[in-house]
């Protein structure tokens, strides 16, 4: 009975080294679609583990930089300064996959009469120079804007491609997530946020113009596809090389599978053919 104890322990371990696990992390706005994938997967793929947490873009390429993860979610392209990091550690950038694309949706309350508005519009109300919604034909009601933290890539997209890089108005709240975003817009009559596709709930999308001759285009698969819709992107996973072999090549190549971008048409749109793996 005395070595039993040994040989228990030795079988445990070899049994437990035989599952893989997959950390993820990154991206809040990919994050329901990261665990939604996961759990996908593992149900055919008992042996791997993945464990997905959020946190923002920033929060999950500097995981990858530290070794903390294993994929790093994303809703912006890499900077060049988190690339050179990667570099200088490990010797090696990291590897971009596109995942899934996305239509960054405006969010306003369901009440609000407004229903559309310009890239100029929506910048002139975000850096606080438009403060009132009759100025853009709505009531006679303050604009009430919510954003997001400025380790999320969902701010750092909006605030390069609609802010054209303006600093957010001082008054903008600060929401962690943007679950809570659209929560506070679905309560707040006079409110105005940002936010991933995936999110449109209680709150309602306004129709986004290029400019004030172009016609209002509300985020679907088809126009964001086509590019009809102004404001859409590609979402991400970053890997470095080293890491990028066995399971998690595998599940990567999974995601960008025919059976990996229907899950992903559950919360967003799925990549163009050309973009997915064989």
């Known amino acids: 009975m005395k070595n039993s104890a ?15 696990d997959i950390t993820v992390k990154g991206s809040d706005t990919l994050v329901i679609l990261a665990q939604r994938w996961a759990e996908t997967y593992m149900k055919s793929h008992s042996s791997v583990k993945i464990q997905v947490t959020g946190g923002g873009s920033g929060v999950g390429l500097a995981a990858l930089q530290n070794g903390q993860t294993d994929i790093a979610d994303a809703s912006r392209k890499i900077s060049a300064k988190e690339r050179d990091e990667c570099f ?3 010797g090696a950038e990291p590897t971009e996959y596109k995942v899934a694309v996305d239509g960054l949706t405006v969010y306003v309350n369901r009440a609000n009469p407004v229903k559309e508005l310009d890239l100029d519009q929506l910048k002139d109300i975000f850096t606080g120079k438009t403060k009132n919604w009759k100025e853009v ?41 943007t679950a809570v975003l659209v929560e506070r817009v679905e309560s707040d009559p006079n409110g105005i946020g940002y936010g991933g596709a995936a999110y449109t709930t209680g709150a309602r999308a306004l129709a986004v113009k290029k400019d004030a001759a172009s016609p209002a285009i509300l985020p679907t698969q088809e126009t964001v596809l086509d590019g009809t819709y102004p404001i859409w992107r590609y979402l991400y996973n970053y890997v470095l090389p080293k890491t990028d072999t066995g399971d998690v090549a595998e599940y990567l190549k999974w995601i960008r599978s025919d059976e990996g971008q229907e899950v992903a048409k559950q919360f967003y749109y799925p990549l163009p053919k050309k973009l997915r793996s064989n």
């Open 6 to 20: 040994p040989w228990f322990l030795a079988c445990f371990l070899a049994l437990s080294l035989h599952a893989s």
């Open 88 to 90: 200088t550690k490990f």
């Open 137 to 177: 034909g709505g009531n006679d009601a303050p604009i009430n804007i919510y954003s997001r933290e400025n380790s999320s890539g969902t701010y750092e997209f909006f605030k390069e491609h609609v802010l054209k890089k303006k600093d957010f108005a001082a008054t903008a709240q600060t929401m962690p997530g």
